[in-house]
């Protein structure tokens, strides 16, 4: 491992996806933590699996693509998660995410507390914040943080787990927050999204949570990046969609992985990140093998 590499915990859901075309790991902290994982980082993958048969292949795949599991506890009671997805013709996807489900109850080992004391940082999103239970373990892992830690929230508004009470508090804990452009509408002013408001939105939700540093994805469009009052945009590139799984969270990899090392601009990461995201989205599932260069 190059010790020069970030060291990042990513806290929250690994499950299923059930898509037309198969069976595929993923959840958002799961997907962010394979695609750094790829790029060399050092990462902590904090979640739970069912004991049953779902959740020892789940292990059995992590381990392979050479990630840690020993800070992913194995639930006794509750199944492993999985999400049925239906892809439209465009690719974008949607989602029935099954509740009471092993990962809604995480417990932070006494490893990935020690992890947290020597971390970069850690990547967390709202999904996994249905819970009381995840809500605690958050907090802790939170306080255990060093001082100068990223804290990287990545917005994840699915009905019906899409209140904002959490989110806002959240947010304002956050070194990076990353939305969707329909989501920073909604969480900067209750307002739909619209084409051409990334900029103004994001300011806002600067102004409102005093996070420094926001990422605005808006799909075909390209996304945006605002970081010390400072903003930047990239323009997509055009691709042939197979599915749109995942490929935020891939973005959401390169970009920390990359502003963390602070060896490339804030425009150079950007734009780094929107050519892996648009590579994910040609690719079937969340977590498809890597070419030799991307």
């Known amino acids: 491992m190059n010790t020069d590499q970030p060291k990042l ?15 595929f790991p993923g959840g ?23 004991r049953d ?3 020892d292949e789940l292990i ?23 999400v049925r997805a239906d892809i439209a013709p465009n690719g974008e996807a949607t989602y029935e995410i099954m509740p009471s ?11 990935a507390l020690q992890a947290a004391m020597n971390a970069s940082g850690i990547i967390f999103g709202s999904l996994s914040q249905r819970s009381p239970v995840n809500q605690f373990a958050l907090d802790r892992l939170l306080a255990t943080l060093p ?28 070194t990076l927050l990353k939305l969707n452009a329909s989501e920073a509408a909604r969480l900067s002013s209750d307002e739909h999204e619209s084409p051409g408001r990334e900029e103004s939105d994001a300011r806002a939700l600067a102004e409102q949570t005093g996070c420094r540093t926001i990422c605005i994805t808006s799909g075909e469009r390209g996304a945006g990046l605002l970081r010390n009052g400072t903003w930047h945009w990239k323009d997509a590139h055009t691709v042939q969609v197979v599915d749109t799984i995942g490929a935020g969270d891939a973005f959401l990899a390169s970009l920390v992985a990359d502003l963390i090392l602070g060896q490339l601009s804030d425009a150079d990461c950007l ?11 040609s690719q079937y599932g969340a977590t498809p093998v890597y070419p030799k260069k991307v």
Request: proline share 7%.
């Open 53 to 55: 048969k779902l959740g």
């Open 147 to 174: 001082p100068q830690a990223w804290r990287i929230f990545d917005v994840n508004l699915r009905p019906p787990h899409d209140g904002l009470t959490r989110v806002r508090e959240l947010a304002r804990h956050s």
């Open 101 to 111: 489900v092993a990962w809604d109850q995480i417990t932070p080992t006494q490893d």
């Open 28 to 50: 958002a902290p799961f997907n962010a933590a394979y695609h750094l994982h790829q790029q060399g980082a050092e990462v902590t993958l904090i979640s739970a699996v069912g």
């Open 271 to 281: 734009a780094k990140a929107c050519r892996l995201g648009e590579w994910l989205v």
């Open 9 to 23: 915990l990513c806290f929250g859901e690994i499950l299923w996806d059930f898509l037309p075309a198969g069976l």
């Open 60 to 82: 059995r795949r992590i381990k392979t693509w050479g990630l840690d599991t020993d800070t992913i506890t194995l639930h006794p009671g509750l199944p492993t998660g999985y």
